[in-house]
């Protein structure tokens, strides 16, 4: 464990027993989360990738426009 998050955790430790358990459940939520996104990340590369091949081939074919941030 790193020093900051050791420092972090004795910090935490100071605080009342639900503001404890407040920060242990966001945490937990976080890391779940975390979890999800890679997985959906990593399920998904192979559609990411064909839609970039499919994106580039339009662009290539000339029936894409220039982005006009102004204009948005």
Partial sequence: MTQLL???FEEVAQLPEPEQNILA???LAEL????RWKK????SEDLLAQL???AL???REGRTLELEPERL
């Fill in 6 to 8: 050791t420092k972090a």
């Fill in 40 to 43: 959906a990340f990593a399920d």
């Fill in 57 to 59: 081939a339009v662009h």
């Fill in 25 to 27: 459940n966001w945490i």
């Fill in 32 to 35: 779940a989360s975390e979890l």
């Fill in 52 to 54: 970039a091949d499919e």
